[in-house]
């Protein structure tokens, strides 16, 4: 089955600085790349998505992009602000067998003001 | 109405007790799940549904037992459980789609002490 991996697990930046989450996947059928933003007591949110005829997708500060070759995408937060801090989770869905999300381990992110 | 709807927030219950966790949706989605999350995790798939229908059940035992009564909801009934079963349990629902992606949108979770 899928197997996603994700790092780093804690990443601590700056206000206004910039935010990478890299995560890698192993099946080669995967065309499906969600990236959830999870906040202390609450569900997972979907902050953004990538399907796999799709390289790079932007929503304001939040970017994601896709190298199915390498089998790898990238979660990219630019002029990072306070409110987001959480814990950021990649996942990857096949489109046969299975067909839920696999998820990345997770990566806390701490904007320091 | 743009929510997965999950009661109750919190839930504590003795190990022989029974309860349940209910969800609901009213985007039209067809497919529901339910994910275990434990503390610094990522949620853990258990069940899911597709048009009311169990289709995937990850080897749960079967203390847990789920229940799709219509399209809009869905509930996990709980009986004999451990304290390793206290965690958060979150509930998602996705939109139909032929090209296999899974958009799930999850609820704000049931947060289950099992004492």
């Known amino acids: 089955g899928e197997n996603v991996e994700q790092h780093p697990s804690t990443l601590s930046v700056q206000e206004g600085d910039s935010a990478v989450i890299k995560c890698t996947y192993s099946?080669?059928?995967?065309?499906?790349f969600p990236w959830y933003k999870q906040e202390l007591g609450k569900g997972p949110q979907l902050i953004i998505d990538?399907?796999?005829?799709?390289g790079e997708k932007k929503d304001q500060r939040i970017a994601v992009t896709l190298n199915k070759t390498a089998k790898h995408f990238s979660l990219h937060i630019t002029e990072t602000q306070p409110e987001d801090s959480a814990v950021y989770f990649c996942?990857?869905?096949?489109?046969?067998?299975?067909?839920?999300?696999?998820f990345g381990s997770g990566t806390r992110l701490q904007v320091q003001p | 109405d743009t929510e997965v709807t999950q009661t109750p927030k919190h839930l504590v219950m003795g190990m022989t007790n029974k309860k349940s966790l209910k969800c609901e949706q009213h985007?039209?989605?067809?497919?529901m799940y339910w994910y275990k999350q434990k503390a610094k995790k990522p949620p853990e798939l258990m069940f899911v549904?597709?048009?009311?229908?169990?289709?995937i059940n990850e080897s749960v035992p079967s203390r847990f037992s789920p229940e799709c009564p219509n399209s809009s909801l869905l509930n996990l009934h709980l009986h004999a459980l451990q304290p390793e079963d206290s965690a958060l349990y979150l509930c998602?629902?996705?939109?139909?789609?032929?090209?296999?992606?899974?958009?799930?949108?999850f609820g704000q979770g049931t947060r289950l002490t099992v004492v």
């Open positions: 998602a629902s996705s939109p139909p789609s032929g090209r296999g992606e899974t958009e799930a949108f």
């Open positions: 099946d080669s059928a995967s065309n499906y």
């Open positions: 990538i399907r796999s005829n799709v």
């Open positions: 996942a990857a869905s096949t489109p046969t067998g299975r067909r839920a999300l696999t």
């Open positions: 985007m039209g989605h067809r497919a």
């Open positions: 549904y597709s048009y009311e229908k169990l289709s």
